[in-house]
């Protein structure tokens, strides 16, 4: 072989090598382009009136800045949270990220994976100044053990109920008199299930959903997934099974919805109500729009009311948030929070357009909040509310929840036993 | 005689070697050469399979959040694996999805391989239509299988049931293993034809012409034959079983007793971020399909 040929032979190889691992390695996950452009990313799950508003208020953002360029990526609800957090875990994440409470209390925070939050972008001279802007404990969603601050709320949600009017007079029932208890749920149900319609039913999608629905019930019961250090499960105690045992009773016993044909599309959690199969659902202020959108005939027969309770004299109910925040790892953290006072600062659309409410001090004076329909019963959703327990490996507690109602609720075992078993995994998963 | 050996090998030698080939050195440098040329190959196997396989390895050792630095923990991750429920029920969903999804799969394309191995008008067409499914991802199967399992789907239309398939932890593993057996049964009658057109017809004509029917033919020539095809058959049956994840994943998400072990690892790994009991767990089905394809192997030689 000549000279120039074995030269060749070397070179070739090694080019393509070098080639291989420069591509590799070409990408730094830098956010700053050329000419002082500034680059950012930001990611939320999918509800598609929330997705057009973000697009709308980005596109305004970089008309406004135009050395900002705003990468917005939508990803599918069941992926999201696993997404993100592998994502910010390898350093890889988004600059801005929107996600709900459970999720930075028990696995964001922690890990330490967040910026804390900086008031001067909001123009404020302190956190504590930043907080007064907002109805007292809202932001309680987005806080550190030690008290620190690391979001703002992008929306802010109570729970109340929602029934079909139209269902409600084809079963003879009285709209104006809505349930009060879940035992009203169940006399009702049964009459709207002669009607021709699903009388109630939960919604079965991901685990945090299942989690979330057996929350709502342990708050009116007073039962809790952890005891009170937080290291073990109360499941197994009689007012945590007390809460299961409504779910089980309303599906199995009293039979006002069937768990097996319920829609599982967690792109539209209330598809079921909103087709007009259901008459009465769990409702939270976000979902209004989308059944406005889905079905204006259903809409036009939507009634929220308060959220049936155990015992109506001692109200209770369920507060959850998604929280605008910033990746720790994130280069752009100053333009990534003045961002995110822009988003902020427009919190009339958002309950305009998508019914989410920013809960600012005052948010309920407003014009925007006037229009909104039923503010009455919303209202008094966010008096008696509060945020969902989190724990350590918060995620495998919630797996192990939502196998424990599958087991009761599709395959009949008897709640008392289904939750013995998922106690274990529960004190499994918060101790190792 | 050693003469009529070498020459014509002699000749051989002398057309094939290129220039300088009898010079010494020469074997070294054309394997440094070889060597350079797979060098990015092997670069990129190294990088994407080996490291990783090997990082695997040392990760089940450790606990490691992604987060914080990875902490020594010896086989405390192994030793927890071991009492736990979670793992030890998906690792029997894997068993049960590979024996009652593979052992009908590939008896079922056996059978239909003996039946279109004959030359008749529209086998060719047939074989189509079987391998169309193995063709197809699984995640579109998944999506197809979903509509026909689903309350008001096609299957129960059919039967004039109402079993809820995908949300019953008695029928749930049964309605993924049809769906799975459909879309893998092509795959190995594929092989099985394969395998059939080896057997010599001259074999089968001697055992008809000693008064041998059909199934003894089948019984003492033909399978005897197959058999090499066979244990490669279920090697790879065993493989593609435990490795399942896609038709799990779309059909019920892991829930009614179908969560299997490679989704198992994706959940541990990724929403709970506990990498190195991930990593542990995958060491140790790692080990168990060494064990079963070993023992397979075993078993082919010594019937052999």
């Given at each position: 072989?000549?000279?120039?040929?074995?030269?060749?032979?070397?070179?070739?190889?090694?080019?393509?090598?070098?080639?291989?691992?420069?591509?590799?390695?070409?990408?730094?996950?830098?956010?700053?382009?050329?000419?002082?452009?500034?680059?950012?990313?930001?990611?939320?799950?999918?509800?598609?009136?929330?997705?057009?508003?973000?697009?709308?208020?980005?596109?305004?953002?970089?008309?406004?800045?135009?050395?900002?360029?705003?990468?917005?990526?939508?990803?599918?609800?069941?992926?999201?949270?696993?997404?993100?957090?592998?994502?910010?875990?390898?350093?890889?994440?988004?600059?801005?990220?929107?996600?709900?409470?459970?999720?930075?209390?028990?696995?964001?925070?922690?890990?330490?994976?967040?910026?804390?939050?900086?008031?001067?972008?909001?123009?404020?001279?302190?956190?504590?100044?930043?907080?007064?802007?907002?109805?007292?404990?809202?932001?309680?969603?987005?806080?550190?053990?030690?008290?620190?601050?690391?979001?703002?709320?992008?929306?802010?949600?109570?729970?109340?109920?929602?029934?079909?009017?139209?269902?409600?007079?084809?079963?003879?029932?009285?709209?104006?008199?809505?349930?009060?208890?879940?035992?009203?749920?169940?006399?009702?149900?049964?009459?709207?299930?002669?009607?021709?319609?699903?009388?109630?039913?939960?919604?079965?999608?991901?685990?945090?959903?299942?989690?979330?629905?057996?929350?709502?019930?342990?708050?009116?019961?007073?039962?809790?997934?952890?005891?009170?250090?937080?290291?073990?499960?109360?499941?197994?105690?009689?007012?945590?099974?007390?809460?299961?045992?409504?779910?089980?009773?309303?599906?199995?016993?009293?039979?006002?919805?069937?768990?097996?044909?319920?829609?599982?599309?967690?792109?539209?959690?209330?598809?079921?109500?909103?087709?007009?199969?259901?008459?009465?659902?769990?409702?939270?202020?976000?979902?209004?729009?989308?059944?406005?959108?889905?079905?204006?005939?259903?809409?036009?027969?939507?009634?929220?009311?308060?959220?049936?309770?155990?015992?109506?004299?001692?109200?209770?109910?369920?507060?959850?948030?998604?929280?605008?925040?910033?990746?720790?790892?994130?280069?752009?953290?100053?333009?990534?929070?003045?961002?995110?006072?822009?988003?902020?600062?427009?919190?009339?659309?958002?309950?305009?357009?998508?019914?989410?409410?920013?809960?600012?001090?005052?948010?309920?004076?407003?014009?925007?909040?006037?229009?909104?329909?039923?503010?009455?019963?919303?209202?008094?959703?966010?008096?008696?509310?509060?945020?969902?327990?989190?724990?350590?490996?918060?995620?495998?507690?919630?797996?192990?929840?939502?196998?424990?109602?599958?087991?009761?609720?599709?395959?009949?075992?008897?709640?008392?036993?289904?939750?013995?078993?998922?106690?274990?995994?529960?004190?499994q998963s918060v101790t190792s | 005689m050693a003469l009529t050996r070498t020459?014509?090998?002699?000749?051989?030698?002398?057309?094939?070697?290129?220039?300088?080939?009898?010079?010494?050195?020469?074997?070294?440098?054309?394997?440094?050469i070889g060597l350079v040329f797979a060098l990015p190959a092997l670069a990129?196997?190294?990088?994407?399979?080996?490291?990783?396989?090997?990082?695997?390895?040392?990760?089940?050792?450790?606990?490691?959040?992604?987060?914080?630095?990875?902490?020594?923990?010896?086989?405390?991750?192994?030793?927890?694996?071991?009492?736990?429920?979670?793992?030890?029920?998906?690792?029997?969903?894997?068993?049960?999805?590979?024996?009652?999804?593979?052992?009908?799969?590939?008896?079922?394309?056996?059978?239909?391989?003996?039946?279109?191995?004959?030359?008749?008008?529209?086998?060719?067409?047939?074989?189509?239509?079987?391998?169309?499914?193995?063709?197809?991802?699984?995640?579109?199967?998944?999506?197809?299988?979903?509509?026909?399992?689903?309350?008001?789907?096609?299957?129960?239309?059919?039967?004039?049931?109402?079993?809820?398939?995908?949300?019953?932890?008695?029928?749930?593993?049964?309605?993924?293993?049809?769906?799975?057996?459909?879309?893998?049964?092509?795959?190995?009658?594929?092989?099985?034809?394969?395998?059939?057109?080896?057997?010599?017809?001259?074999?089968?004509?001697?055992?008809?012409?000693?008064?041998?029917?059909?199934?003894?033919?089948?019984?003492?020539?033909?399978?005897?034959?197959?058999?090499?095809?066979?244990?490669?058959?279920?090697?790879?049956?065993?493989?593609?079983?435990?490795?399942?994840?896609?038709?799990?994943?779309?059909?019920?998400?892991?829930?009614?007793g179908t969560e299997v072990i490679n989704l198992f690892v994706y959940k541990?790994?990724?929403?709970?971020?506990?990498?190195?009991?991930?990593?542990?767990?995958?060491?140790?089905?790692?080990?168990?399909?060494?064990?079963?394809?070993?023992?397979?192997?075993?078993?082919?030689?010594?019937?052999?």
């Amino acid at each position: 072989m000549s000279t120039r040929a074995r030269a060749r032979a070397v070179l070739i190889p090694a080019v393509a090598v070098l080639a291989v691992t420069a591509a590799c390695g070409s990408d730094d996950g830098g956010s700053t382009g050329d000419g002082g452009q500034i680059e950012l990313t930001y990611w939320t799950h999918t509800h598609p009136p929330m997705n057009e508003l973000n697009e709308q208020l980005i596109a305004e953002y970089e008309e406004a800045n135009p050395n900002v360029d705003i990468t917005y990526e939508m990803i599918p609800n069941n992926d999201f949270g696993t997404k993100m957090l592998t994502s910010l875990s390898n350093g890889s994440g988004p600059d801005i990220i929107n996600m709900d409470d459970s999720a930075l209390r028990g696995e964001y925070i922690p890990k330490e994976l967040l910026a804390p939050i900086d008031p001067a972008a909001f123009g404020a001279d302190s956190v504590e100044e930043l907080e007064a802007l907002y109805v007292d404990g809202t932001l309680d969603g987005a806080k550190g053990e030690d008290g620190t601050l690391y979001g703002v709320p992008s929306e802010f949600n109570a729970t109340a109920f929602a029934i079909n009017t139209q269902h409600f007079a084809d079963a003879g029932l009285d709209p104006a008199n809505p349930p009060q208890t879940w035992d009203d749920v169940a006399e009702y149900g049964q009459q709207l299930v002669a009607a021709g319609h699903e009388g109630f039913n939960f919604v079965y999608l991901h685990s945090g959903w299942y989690t979330q629905q057996l929350q709502t019930l342990l708050n009116e019961t007073g039962g809790s997934i952890l005891n009170e250090d937080g290291d073990g499960s109360a499941l197994t105690e009689p007012e945590s099974v007390e809460a299961l045992q409504i779910w089980y009773d309303l599906i199995r016993e009293d039979q006002v919805g069937n768990a097996d044909t319920a829609s599982r599309e967690a792109t539209s959690p209330f598809e079921d109500f909103a087709s007009g199969r259901r008459s009465m659902t769990m409702i939270y202020p976000w979902a209004v729009e989308q059944i406005a959108i889905d079905n204006p005939e259903t809409f036009e027969n939507l009634a929220v009311v308060p959220l049936p309770q155990v015992d109506p004299a001692n109200p209770s109910g369920r507060w959850y948030g998604y929280y605008f925040a910033v990746n720790k790892a994130s280069e752009q953290q100053e333009e990534a929070w003045r961002f995110i006072e822009y988003m902020t600062s427009q919190s009339e659309r958002w309950l305009e357009d998508v019914s989410f409410v920013q809960p600012l001090q005052g948010w309920e004076e407003s014009p925007a909040a006037a229009e909104i329909p039923f503010l009455e019963v919303w209202s008094q959703a966010y008096q008696q509310g509060r945020f969902d327990e989190v724990g350590p490996h918060w995620s495998e507690v919630q797996d192990a929840i939502k196998a424990a109602i599958e087991r009761s609720i599709f395959d009949g075992q008897p709640p008392a036993e289904s939750l013995e078993e998922a106690a274990e995994s529960v004190e499994q998963s918060v101790t190792s | 005689m050693a003469l009529t050996r070498t020459a014509p090998d002699r000749a051989r030698g002398t057309r094939a070697r290129p220039p300088g080939a009898g010079r010494p050195g020469w074997r070294r440098r054309r394997d440094a050469i070889g060597l350079v040329f797979a060098l990015p190959a092997l670069a990129l196997f190294a990088a994407f399979a080996i490291y990783p396989m090997l990082r695997v390895f040392q990760l089940s050792l450790y606990d490691y959040n992604l987060t914080s630095p990875p902490v020594w923990v010896g086989l405390d991750n192994f030793r927890f694996l071991f009492g736990d429920d979670r793992f030890l029920a998906s690792l029997g969903a894997s068993l049960f999805y590979v024996v009652i999804t593979y052992g009908p799969a590939v008896l079922l394309a056996l059978v239909l391989a003996l039946g279109l191995n004959n030359r008749m008008r529209g086998s060719a067409f047939v074989r189509l239509l079987y391998f169309a499914p193995v063709a197809t991802s699984w995640v579109a199967v998944s999506v197809i299988w979903r509509l026909v399992l689903q309350p008001e789907g096609l299957l129960n239309q059919t039967l004039n049931t109402d079993i809820p398939w995908l949300t019953s932890s008695t029928w749930a593993k049964w309605a993924i293993a049809i769906a799975a057996i459909w879309k893998e049964v092509g795959f190995f009658l594929i092989i099985f034809l394969a395998g059939l057109q080896n057997v010599p017809k001259d074999l089968l004509e001697a055992a008809s012409l000693d008064g041998a029917g059909a199934l003894r033919r089948l019984r003492y020539v033909t399978l005897p034959l197959l058999k090499p095809i066979t244990v490669v058959v279920l090697v790879m049956a065993v493989i593609r079983g435990f490795q399942s994840f896609s038709p799990q994943v779309v059909l019920t998400g892991g829930s009614f007793g179908t969560e299997v072990i490679n989704l198992f690892v994706y959940k541990t790994a990724f929403a709970s971020a506990r990498m190195g009991r991930a990593s542990a767990v995958a060491v140790l089905m790692f080990v168990l399909l060494l064990m079963v394809t070993f023992v397979q192997l075993r078993a082919l030689r010594r019937s052999a």
